[in-house]
C-alpha cells in the first residue's frame, strides 16, 4: 500500500482534538500547571485522539445515508456540549470538566437555562462554526475512501484494537478522579460515562447496604420518651444563601425585612452567629455533613451509619419530618436521608408540583405542606421538622406573580421599590424566602406554638455572585463559596430552661463555626445529650455544641468529597478561627489571614514560608499533621 495514502488517513479527525484543545486552554482559569498534571492533560489529548479516530472508523463501515446520519448527530452533540460549556463558564467560570457534564445531564432544565441566559447572536455563530467545522471535516476525510487500509491488519482487528483502546482509556481516566480539572473536553466525556455507570450505580447501592447498618433506636437514645412539655425544633434550610446578599448580615438591600423585624422585635431570643463557614460547597456533600455533625473527610462507612438529626429526635419520641422543595433522586439524597426514622417525607419526587427552578418546586408548595404537617404533629406531641428552600438556588426564583407586601417595609421614607428589583433574580428570591419564613413565624404565633419552638436557620453553602475568585462553587473554597448565615429564634421559656447554656451560645456568636455544629447544638437544645447513649455519640462527633464553651483554635475541614462526588476531589481547605489554608490540585497551598484580607487577596506562601508570622507557621504545622493521619486530605493534597 502507498505510504502517502496510510499517512492521509492516520489521525483523520485531529482538527477537531486540537478545537477541543483550544476550548479547554481558552476556558483554564490558570496555565500555571505543574509536570504530573501536564503529563495528565497530554493524555488525554492522546485519548481524545483515540476515542476520534475509533468514531471515523465506525463512520467508515456504516452505508451513505447511515454515515451522514451519524456524522450530523455527533457534529450536533459536541456541538451542544460546546454551547453548554460556554453558557456554565459564563455563569460560572467553570472550564470545560466532568463537574460540567454531570451537572448538566442530572439537571437538564437548568443546563438548558445556562444556553438560554448566556446565548446571544455570537453564540450561535460559534454553534454554527462547530458544526461545520466537525461535520465538514469528517465528510472531507470520507470522501477518497470509506474503508481505512492498516496494511497488514484487518478491519476486523483494527475495530477490536480501537475499541479496547477506548475502554482501556475511559477505565483509566474514569479511575483517576482528582485529575479531572486537567482533561480536555473529550476525555472528561469519557470519564462522566464512566462515573455515572460505576460511581453513581455501583456507590448508590453500597450506600444503601451501609444505611442497613444504621443503630437500631435503643443504640441512640436509651432514656424515657420525652412528655408532651418538651421543645419543638424546626431546623431551616436555605440552598445557596450568600451570606452577601443577606440584609441581616449587613446587605444594602432589604432582602430580608420580616427577619429583621423579627429580631428587632424579638432581640433576646435572636442568636447570630457571625462566622459560620460550610463544610462543603457541594449540596450533595454539605447536607450529610450538616446532619451528621461529621466532616467530609470522614469515611463512607462512619458516614452512612452515624445517626443523623431525626434518628436522635425519633428514638426519643419526637415526630419527625423532612419536608424540601426539592429533588431527592438527585445524588441519590432519598437513598441517604429517608428511613423508617422520618415520620413524613415531602419532596419533588413525592408531591405533583412543577419544577420552577433547578429541579426544585415553587417553595409555597413547600411551605404549605409544612405547616399542614406542623398542625398535624402539635395535636399530638412534640416535633423536630426540617425543612429545605428551593427558591436560591441560583439563578434564583420568586413567583411572576409574587410582590413583597409594602407594610413590611419598615420605613415609610424607604427608596426600596415595593416590587422586586428588576434584574435581580438572587436577590428577589432571598426577599421570597424572607416572605415565606415570614409566613412560619406568624403561623407558630397563631397556633400557639410560638413559645415552645426553637428554630434554626442555617444554609448548606454560600455562592460567590460578584465573581470574586472567578471558580465555580464547587470548585471553590474561599469565603465567598463557603461563609453561610446560621441563625436561631430561641423563645423565651426555653431560655430560661438552657439557662447558663443559651448566655454561652451567645457568647459563642463571633466564634469561627460549621454547619457540622447543627447536630450536637440540636441536641443540646433538645436536651437529648443528658442521656448518655446520646451524649457517647456526640463525643465523636466533628461538630461541637454551640451552646458549650469552643476552642477558638478548633480546626474545622472543607471538602467537596464522598463516595459519589469523586468528581470534586479537586483540594480543600482547614481553617481556625480567622487562618485559612487552601490546597488545590492546580496551584497548591495557599494561607490567607481571614482578619486583615476577608476577600482572600494575599497569599502568604507566595513568598517564603520562613516569613509568615509564628501563628501562620504553627497553622501550617497543624494542618499538615491533620492531613498526614486523614487519608481522605492525604490522598487529595498536592504539593509543589
Same mark, same amino acid.
Given at each position: 500500500? *502507498?505510504? $502517502? =495514502?496510510?499517512?492521509?488517513?492516520?489521525?483523520?479527525?485531529?482538527?477537531?482534538?486540537?478545537?477541543?484543545?483550544?476550548?479547554?486552554?481558552?476556558?483554564?482559569?490558570?496555565?500555571?500547571?505543574?509536570?504530573?498534571?501536564?503529563?495528565?492533560?497530554?493524555?488525554?489529548?492522546? +485519548?481524545?485522539?483515540?476515542?476520534?479516530?475509533?468514531? +471515523?472508523?465506525?463512520?467508515?463501515?456504516?452505508?451513505?445515508?447511515?454515515?451522514?446520519?451519524? &456524522?450530523?448527530?455527533?457534529?450536533?452533540?459536541? %456541538?451542544?456540549?460546546?454551547?453548554?460549556?460556554?453558557?456554565?463558564?459564563?455563569?460560572?467560570?467553570?472550564?470545560?470538566?466532568?463537574?460540567?457534564?454531570?451537572?448538566?445531564?442530572?439537571?437538564?432544565?437548568?443546563?438548558?437555562?445556562?444556553i438560554l441566559n448566556e446565548a446571544d447572536w455570537g453564540d450561535a455563530v460559534v454553534w454554527v462554526a462547530i458544526v461545520a467545522v466537525i461535520v465538514g471535516w469528517w465528510c472531507y476525510k470520507l470522501r477518497p475512501s470509506r474503508r481505512l487500509d492498516f496494511g497488514e491488519l484487518s478491519r476486523v482487528v483494527q475495530g477490536r484494537v480501537l475499541a479496547a483502546l477506548c475502554l482501556a482509556g475511559m477505565v483509566a481516566f474514569g479511575a483517576v478522579h482528582r485529575h479531572a480539572s486537567i482533561m480536555v473536553p473529550d476525555a472528561a466525556a469519557a470519564k462522566l460515562a464512566v462515573d455515572l455507570a460505576v460511581? %453513581?450505580?455501583?456507590?448508590?447501592?453500597?450506600?444503601?447496604?451501609?444505611?442497613?447498618?444504621?443503630?437500631?433506636?435503643?443504640?441512640?437514645?436509651?432514656?424515657?420518651?420525652?412528655?408532651? %412539655?418538651?421543645?419543638?425544633?424546626? &431546623?431551616?434550610?436555605?440552598?445557596?444563601?450568600?451570606?452577601?446578599?443577606?440584609?441581616?448580615?449587613?446587605?444594602?438591600?432589604?432582602?430580608?425585612? /420580616?427577619?429583621?423585624?423579627?429580631?428587632?422585635?424579638?432581640?433576646?431570643?435572636?442568636?447570630?452567629?457571625?462566622?459560620?463557614?460550610?463544610?462543603?460547597?457541594?449540596?450533595?456533600?454539605?447536607?450529610?455533613?450538616?446532619?451528621?455533625?461529621?466532616?467530609? $473527610?470522614?469515611?463512607?462507612?462512619?458516614?452512612?451509619?452515624?445517626?443523623?438529626?431525626?434518628?436522635? =429526635?425519633?428514638?426519643?419520641?419526637?415526630?419527625?419530618?423532612?419536608?424540601?422543595?426539592?429533588?431527592?433522586?438527585?445524588?441519590?439524597?432519598?437513598?441517604?436521608?429517608?428511613? @423508617?426514622?422520618?415520620?413524613? &417525607?415531602?419532596?419533588?419526587?413525592?408531591?405533583?408540583?412543577? #419544577?420552577?427552578?433547578?429541579?426544585?418546586? @415553587?417553595?409555597?408548595?413547600?411551605?404549605?405542606?409544612?405547616?399542614?404537617? #406542623?398542625?398535624?404533629?402539635?395535636?399530638?406531641?412534640?416535633?423536630?421538622?426540617?425543612?429545605?428552600?428551593?427558591?436560591?438556588?441560583?439563578?434564583g426564583y420568586s413567583p411572576p406573580d409574587w410582590q413583597p407586601s409594602a407594610e413590611l417595609r419598615r420605613s415609610a421614607s424607604s427608596a426600596e421599590p415595593s416590587k422586586p428589583w428588576p434584574d435581580a433574580s438572587y436577590d428577589n428570591a432571598v426577599a421570597y424566602m424572607d416572605h415565606l419564613l415570614g409566613r412560619l413565624f406568624d403561623h407558630l404565633a397563631a397556633q400557639g406554638l410560638a413559645a415552645n419552638t426553637i428554630v434554626i436557620f442555617v444554609a448548606d453553602h454560600g455562592e460567590d455572585l460578584d465573581g470574586v475568585h472567578k471558580l465555580h462553587r464547587t470548585d471553590s473554597y474561599y469565603q465567598?463559596?463557603?461563609?453561610?448565615?446560621?441563625?436561631?429564634?430561641?423563645?423565651?421559656?426555653?431560655?430560661? /430552661?438552657?439557662?447558663?447554656?443559651?448566655?454561652?451560645?451567645?457568647?459563642?456568636?463571633?466564634?469561627? &463555626?460549621?454547619?457540622?455544629?447543627?447536630?450536637?447544638?440540636?441536641? *443540646?437544645?433538645?436536651?437529648?445529650?443528658? !442521656?448518655?447513649?446520646?451524649?457517647?455519640?456526640?463525643?465523636?462527633? *466533628?461538630?461541637? %455544641?454551640?451552646?458549650?464553651?469552643?476552642?477558638? @483554635?478548633?480546626?474545622?475541614?472543607?471538602?467537596?468529597? !464522598?463516595?459519589?462526588?469523586?468528581?470534586?476531589?479537586?483540594?480543600?481547605?482547614?481553617?481556625?478561627?480567622?487562618?485559612?489554608?487552601?490546597?488545590? $490540585?492546580?496551584?497548591?497551598?495557599?494561607?490567607?489571614?481571614?482578619?486583615? !484580607?476577608?476577600?482572600?487577596?494575599? *497569599?502568604?506562601?507566595?513568598? !517564603?514560608?520562613?516569613?509568615?508570622?509564628?501563628?501562620?507557621?504553627?497553622?501550617?504545622?497543624?494542618?499538615?499533621?491533620?492531613?498526614?493521619?486523614?487519608?481522605?486530605?492525604? @490522598?487529595?493534597?498536592?504539593?509543589?
Amino acid at each position: 500500500m *502507498d505510504d $502517502s =495514502a496510510v499517512r492521509k488517513q492516520m489521525l483523520p479527525l485531529l482538527p477537531i482534538t486540537l478545537l477541543g484543545v483550544a476550548v479547554d486552554l481558552w476556558l483554564r482559569p490558570t496555565l500555571d500547571l505543574r509536570l504530573m498534571q501536564w503529563v495528565w492533560w497530554g493524555l488525554s489529548v492522546a +485519548f481524545s485522539l483515540v476515542l476520534w479516530q475509533g468514531l +471515523f472508523v465506525i463512520s467508515c463501515r456504516l452505508r451513505p445515508r447511515w454515515q451522514v446520519a451519524f &456524522v450530523l448527530v455527533v457534529g450536533l452533540v459536541v %456541538s451542544v456540549l460546546a454551547l453548554l460549556w460556554l453558557g456554565f463558564h459564563e455563569i460560572f467560570y467553570c472550564w470545560p470538566t466532568a463537574y460540567a457534564l454531570v451537572h448538566s445531564a442530572g439537571h437538564p432544565r437548568e443546563a438548558w437555562g445556562y444556553i438560554l441566559n448566556e446565548a446571544d447572536w455570537g453564540d450561535a455563530v460559534v454553534w454554527v462554526a462547530i458544526v461545520a467545522v466537525i461535520v465538514g471535516w469528517w465528510c472531507y476525510k470520507l470522501r477518497p475512501s470509506r474503508r481505512l487500509d492498516f496494511g497488514e491488519l484487518s478491519r476486523v482487528v483494527q475495530g477490536r484494537v480501537l475499541a479496547a483502546l477506548c475502554l482501556a482509556g475511559m477505565v483509566a481516566f474514569g479511575a483517576v478522579h482528582r485529575h479531572a480539572s486537567i482533561m480536555v473536553p473529550d476525555a472528561a466525556a469519557a470519564k462522566l460515562a464512566v462515573d455515572l455507570a460505576v460511581h %453513581s450505580l455501583v456507590g448508590g447501592v453500597h450506600g444503601r447496604l451501609l444505611q442497613a447498618s444504621r443503630p437500631a433506636a435503643a443504640a441512640i437514645y436509651s432514656g424515657a420518651p420525652v412528655d408532651a %412539655s418538651a421543645p419543638n425544633l424546626i &431546623v431551616v434550610l436555605g440552598e445557596s444563601v450568600a451570606l452577601s446578599r443577606m440584609e441581616l448580615y449587613g446587605y444594602e438591600r432589604q432582602t430580608t425585612p /420580616r427577619l429583621a423585624a423579627l429580631r428587632e422585635a424579638r432581640p433576646a431570643d435572636w442568636v447570630q452567629m457571625e462566622k459560620a463557614v460550610s463544610n462543603a460547597t457541594a449540596t450533595k456533600v454539605a447536607l450529610p455533613a450538616m446532619l451528621t455533625g461529621l466532616f467530609p $473527610s470522614r469515611t463512607p462507612v462512619e458516614q452512612h451509619t452515624f445517626p443523623l438529626l431525626w434518628h436522635y =429526635a425519633h428514638a426519643a419520641g419526637y415526630q419527625t419530618a423532612l419536608i424540601s422543595a426539592q429533588s431527592y433522586a438527585w445524588n441519590n439524597l432519598e437513598g441517604f436521608f429517608v428511613d @423508617d426514622a422520618l415520620d413524613h &417525607v415531602f419532596t419533588l419526587e413525592r408531591s405533583d408540583a412543577e #419544577i420552577v427552578n433547578s429541579e426544585g418546586m @415553587d417553595d409555597r408548595r413547600m411551605m404549605a405542606e409544612t405547616l399542614a404537617t #406542623i398542625d398535624r404533629f402539635a395535636a399530638r406531641g412534640p416535633f423536630v421538622v426540617a425543612l429545605q428552600f428551593n427558591c436560591t438556588h441560583y439563578p434564583g426564583y420568586s413567583p411572576p406573580d409574587w410582590q413583597p407586601s409594602a407594610e413590611l417595609r419598615r420605613s415609610a421614607s424607604s427608596a426600596e421599590p415595593s416590587k422586586p428589583w428588576p434584574d435581580a433574580s438572587y436577590d428577589n428570591a432571598v426577599a421570597y424566602m424572607d416572605h415565606l419564613l415570614g409566613r412560619l413565624f406568624d403561623h407558630l404565633a397563631a397556633q400557639g406554638l410560638a413559645a415552645n419552638t426553637i428554630v434554626i436557620f442555617v444554609a448548606d453553602h454560600g455562592e460567590d455572585l460578584d465573581g470574586v475568585h472567578k471558580l465555580h462553587r464547587t470548585d471553590s473554597y474561599y469565603q465567598t463559596a463557603i461563609a453561610v448565615p446560621f441563625f436561631a429564634v430561641v423563645p423565651e421559656r426555653q431560655r430560661q /430552661r438552657l439557662g447558663d447554656r443559651f448566655d454561652q451560645w451567645r457568647q459563642n456568636e463571633q466564634m469561627r &463555626v460549621a454547619l457540622t455544629d447543627l447536630v450536637p447544638t440540636a441536641l *443540646d437544645l433538645l436536651g437529648l445529650s443528658a !442521656d448518655s447513649t446520646v451524649a457517647a455519640w456526640q463525643e465523636r462527633l *466533628d461538630g461541637r %455544641s454551640l451552646l458549650r464553651p469552643l476552642d477558638p @483554635d478548633r480546626l474545622i475541614v472543607v471538602v467537596n468529597t !464522598d463516595e459519589h462526588v469523586q468528581w470534586s476531589r479537586k483540594g480543600y481547605a482547614v481553617v481556625a478561627d480567622d487562618w485559612k489554608y487552601i490546597n488545590y $490540585s492546580w496551584r497548591g497551598s495557599m494561607l490567607f489571614d481571614l482578619a486583615t !484580607d476577608a476577600l482572600e487577596q494575599r *497569599d502568604l506562601l507566595a513568598g !517564603d514560608e520562613s516569613a509568615l508570622s509564628r501563628a501562620g507557621q504553627r497553622h501550617l504545622r497543624r494542618v499538615r499533621d491533620l492531613v498526614a493521619e486523614t487519608p481522605v486530605l492525604a @490522598d487529595i493534597h498536592v504539593e509543589y
